[in-house]
Nanobody, 123 residues
Framework: QVQLLESGGGLVQPGGSLRISCAAS????????MGWFRQAPGKEREFVAA????????READSVKGRFTISRDNAKNTMSLQMDSLKPEDTAVYYC????????????????WGQGTQVTVSS
């Protein structure tokens, strides 16, 4: 099993940047591909970005492509999401998740989830 803890959420103005992180503990971090998902009030949880076990492959949702960058540091057991050019529609609770797949965009593929961190984009 792996335990996941997100951090770094907060309030940011439109057009601003924010970096959120996910710290893993428990099982071997490099055994899992990782992903970020988000859920806005009244909406379903949706895929944001994913990174493979060694960090060599990444996937991003079309809505964030070119603005968000996912990365991981297996030596530090951490994963990050750099969010630039933020928009009000990016407001949501952001969750990190771990999967045993090589890389996955479907939330059903993920076995472990963090508690989430709130990101609010507003002036």
């Amino acid at each position: 099993q792996v335990q996941l803890l997100e951090s770094g959420g907060g309030l940011v103005q439109p057009g601003g940047s924010l970096r959120i992180s996910c710290a893993a503990s428990g099982d071997t971090f490099s055994s899992y591909s990782m992903g970020w998902f988000r859920q806005a009030p009244g909406k379903e949880r949706e895929f944001v970005a994913a990174v493979s076990k060694n960090g060599g492959l990444t996937r991003e949702a079309d809505s964030v492509k070119g603005r968000f960058t996912i990365s991981r540091d297996n030596a530090k057991n951490t994963m990050s999401l750099q969010m630039d050019s933020l928009k009000p529609e990016d407001t949501a609770v952001y969750y990190c998740a771990a999967a045993t797949w090589v890389i996955a965009t479907d939330l059903k593929a993920y076995n472990y989830w963090g508690q989430g961190t709130q990101v609010t984009v507003s002036s």
